[in-house]
């Protein structure tokens, strides 16, 4: 995407020469993140909402489950399916509709890190009868855009994942061998949720001449020559961030995701230890994600009263 507001030469030079340097301009070294804030349920009348604030980037991701209907559920796999909007207001990038292309780049990047069998299995839950399945719909609207909005999705999507709660409603069957769902009666104790802990998060590995850096704000995504995005699902009980070796880690993780966005290529013989940056970067981002999901679990429960209502309405078709 074309930047609409440019930085100086002379900030470039200041920020390339401090990555130079491994000290970035907000003090911060190259593996570091900015801080981040994780909400949960933060939007009324979703199956599961999170708010994600990475430095300044700020983020909102919903889920709401729709029945559809099929000639037959066993001929698909269920998939979670994305769509990102960028705020007109997010960055001065974003007016008109110059958004549209970042947020295609993200909802594209989310789906190919989502496209793998290994990733919620548990979705088949929701393949409720032969004819009728819940389609899986992740919203995601950037609010204010300062770089990273890859890694930050990835982390909102699998936090509203994790708050996403649903209802398996009894299939009555019908004529010709379609089906109607009917709400059970005691809705309130039949509240279900996902294990998310395959769920993947995504990393991006930026590079400007032979350094690699983690979380780059959005003076900092105009001076870089290559993007790489990783997305991995680490393995459970499984604890490998002390290996070095590229076998090893990978053997270790899923990787859900190896893509490069940008022109310039990373050197082949450099890619082996970048790789290993990423998967490393992505571990301990999904470490701390889950520690935080269950900090969240033992906070008080918030009233069920509206998540009911919202499947009572998508009942009603």
Do not use: W
């Not at 389609?135 to 300062?146: A, H, N, R």
């Amino acid at each position: 995407m074309e930047n609409i507001v440019d930085i100086s030469q002379a900030e470039k030079v200041y920020a390339v020469d401090g990555i130079h340097q491994g000290l970035r301009n907000d003090g911060r070294g190259l593996m570091d993140f900015r801080p981040i804030v994780v909400e949960f349920g933060v939007m009324p009348n979703t199956h599961g909402s999170a708010r994600v604030r990475l430095g300044q980037t700020d983020l909102i991701a919903a889920i709401k489950l729709r029945m559809r209907q099929v000639k037959d559920t066993e001929d698909f796999s269920n998939r979670v399916d994305f769509y990102v909007t960028c705020s007109a207001v997010a960055s001065p990038d974003f007016a008109g509709k110059h958004g549209d292309e970042c947020a295609q780049r993200i909802a594209s990047l989310l789906r190919k890190a989502y496209r793998n069998n290994v990733i919620l299995p548990e979705l088949k839950l929701l393949k409720l009868s032969k004819d009728r399945y819940y389609q899986t719909k992740v919203d995601i609207l950037i609010l204010q855009y300062d770089g990273n909005a890859v890694d930050a999705a990835s982390v909102a999507a699998k936090a509203a994942l994790s708050d996403m709660k649903f209802i398996i409603p009894t299939m009555i069957a019908r004529d010709k061998g379609k089906t109607v769902p009917q709400m059970p009666s005691k809705a309130r104790s039949q509240l279900k949720s996902l294990d998310i802990s395959n769920v993947p998060v995504i990393v991006t590995l930026n590079s400007v001449g032979d350094n690699t850096f983690l979380d780059a704000t959005l003076e900092e995504e105009q001076c870089v020559g290559g993007v790489l995005h990783v997305g991995i699902v680490p393995k459970e009980e499984e604890n490998f961030m002390n290996e070095t070796e590229i076998k090893e880690l990978t053997e270790n993780c899923y990787i859900t995701l190896l893509k490069n966005t940008k022109p310039s290529i990373f050197h082949e013989e450099k890619f082996d230890e970048i790789l290993t940056v990423g998967i490393e970067a992505a571990t301990e981002l999904n470490r701390a994600l889950m520690l935080r999901i269950e900090e969240h679990k033992r906070e008080p429960k918030k009233n069920a009263d509206e998540r009911i209502e919202s499947f009572m309405g998508d009942l009603q078709f």
